[in-house]
């Protein structure tokens, strides 16, 4: 009898060590005992919600969901608890949203970090309040998918009929196209052979011309370029004459028109020494035929000529060119 009270009372005691253990083990992973601070949400779509789901900062645990209240305004009001060292992290412009692990796994609340400034202090005291992004619908997600499903049928259905009706067409035209392409291609390829051969036959006329055209260049080259050197002085020649001959003329046209004036000078005396002769018979002028002698013979010289300029065209103007003078330029 003492044998099994003694091994009943060490298997209590080792229960209860067990316990004791297994407890403390879960109050050190769910942080029991740490203080905490109130975070609350406010939606009009609870769903999913309930008390004692884990509260996620960046994909870790950092808290609980206390409790949900329905205020008179048909909202819900959710109080949650957060562990006070992740104080920090929960900023101004952090968020609250519905999450959960794949298609079928368990809903979170998730809050989105906005860490503060170093020099920036948390609120001591106070309840902090963030704006909630409740999950999406399953039924409005499910009409949604629905009604693109629909969608897409009926764009299905449309491709089809257009893919029967203008599939075919466009085939058969295809078709032709190519096989006007393969008639132009069988066309050209014949034509093509005697049009190379013209033009091989061509290009060598082009390079016969083009080596004779070097080779008499390269004859008459430094012919041309003696003649045009001789052309040039030729010319400067011609150039260096004419401006000499321009010179000597300017020089001798002052002496001619001077000889001229003397000239006309002495015409005019010589027909005023035979005025008188005239007019006493000595010297009488013919009809146009010659001048007849005091002893009526003709004189082989012709008639004697008239008087002379008129008035303004004497000595006093020596430089009158003489009528019977060509003009000197």
């Known amino acids: 009898m003492r044998r099994e009270t003694s091994g009943t009372g060490l298997f209590l005691v080792t229960g209860v060590l067990l316990a004791v253990?297994?407890?403390?083990?879960?109050?050190?992973?769910?942080?029991w005992g740490q203080p905490r601070f109130p975070v609350l949400l406010r939606t009009f779509n609870a769903d999913g919600l309930r008390p004692g789901m884990e509260v996620r900062l960046s994909g870790m645990p950092v808290g609980r969901v206390e409790q949900l209240n329905l205020q008179p305004d048909a909202s819900v009001l959710v109080r949650l608890a957060v562990e006070q060292r992740h104080r920090r992290l929960i900023g101004p412009g952090s968020r609250a949203?519905?999450?959960?692990e794949g298609l079928v796994g368990d809903h979170y609340i998730g809050i989105e970090p906005r860490p503060l400034g170093s020099g920036v202090m948390p609120a001591a005291q106070g309840v902090l309040a963030l704006p909630y992004e409740p999950s999406i619908d399953g039924r409005t997600l499910i009409a949604g998918l629905m009604a693109s499903k629909r969608q897409v049928d009926r764009t299905l259905e449309q491709t089809q009929r257009l893919a029967s009706?203008?599939?075919?067409?466009?085939?058969?035209?295809?078709?032709?196209t190519m096989a006007s392409v393969d008639r132009l291609s069988a066309q050209t390829g014949k034509e093509i052979k005697?049009?190379?051969g013209r033009v091989r036959q061509t290009l060598g006329q082009v390079d016969q011309l083009a080596t004779t055209v070097r080779r008499e260049t390269a004859q008459t080259g430094p012919p041309l370029r003696r003649t045009l050197g001789q052309a040039g002085g030729a010319a400067l020649a011609a150039q260096t004459t004419a401006r000499e001959a321009s010179a000597a003329l300017q020089q001798v046209r002052t002496p001619v028109q001077r000889t001229v004036g003397e000239l006309e000078?002495?015409?005019?005396?010589?027909?005023?020494?035979?005025?008188p002769l005239l007019g006493s018979g000595w010297l009488d002028p013919a009809d146009g035929s010659g001048a007849v002698g005091p002893r009526g013979e003709t004189k082989p010289g012709g008639a004697i000529p008239g008087p002379g300029p008129s008035p303004g065209s004497g000595?006093?103007?020596?430089?009158?060119?003489?009528?019977r003078m060509p003009t000197l330029p």
Do not use: Y
Request: cysteine-free; aromatic content about 2%; hydrophobic content about 35%.
């Open 315 to 323: 000595p006093e103007d020596p430089g009158r060119a003489h009528p």
């Open 21 to 31: 253990g297994s407890l403390l083990a879960l109050a050190r992973e769910k942080h």
């Open 165 to 176: 009706a203008d599939v075919p067409r466009t085939l058969g035209a295809l078709r032709g």
């Open 194 to 196: 005697p049009t190379l």
């Open 97 to 100: 949203f519905q999450g959960q």
């Open 265 to 275: 000078q002495l015409s005019h005396g010589l027909n005023r020494l035979l005025a």
